[in-house]
């Protein structure tokens, strides 16, 4: 992967530690393939071979697409009239309530993704609302989020 660099861990064993009877110091070096990504205001190292390691669910991204599908499901049985209402109830702007009725149309995978903490590091609740201009296509919200 051409985006992965190498970080080199190095330091100082003292060989009785490593099985050897001997006062000299041994220089162990490690290099693991990484790559840093920008998650908002934070910055994650990615380890090239993380996708078998666990991972967190990010809770605002999680309740952000749960809060727009429950909400839609609402509009579409007739339990409220409008997004309006669900601001009023919510006690939120209803800006905010248009903004978040939009994640309502996910792709499936990506909901699932979300759920699993196995979405890209850098696809957070706000980069989803506010930089993401999110496609209908589900195909084409795998591609615009980087979900293969």
Known sequence: MADYRAAP?????????????????????RFVPLRMKRRGVETRIIIAAGDDLPRKVDPALLKAVARSR??????????VRSLAEIARRESIAVRYVERLSRLAFTAPSIVEAICRGRQPAELNAETLLN?????????????????D
Do not use: H, M, Y
């Open 131 to 147: 930089r993401i201009d999110l496609p209908l296509e589900w195909p084409a919200q795998l591609k615009a989020i980087g979900i």
């Open 70 to 79: 429950r909400w839609f499901e609402e509009l579409a049985s007739g339990s």
């Open 9 to 29: 861990w190095s330091g100082p064993v003292q060989c009785s530690r490593a099985g050897l009877r001997t006062s000299s110091n041994l220089d162990l070096s």
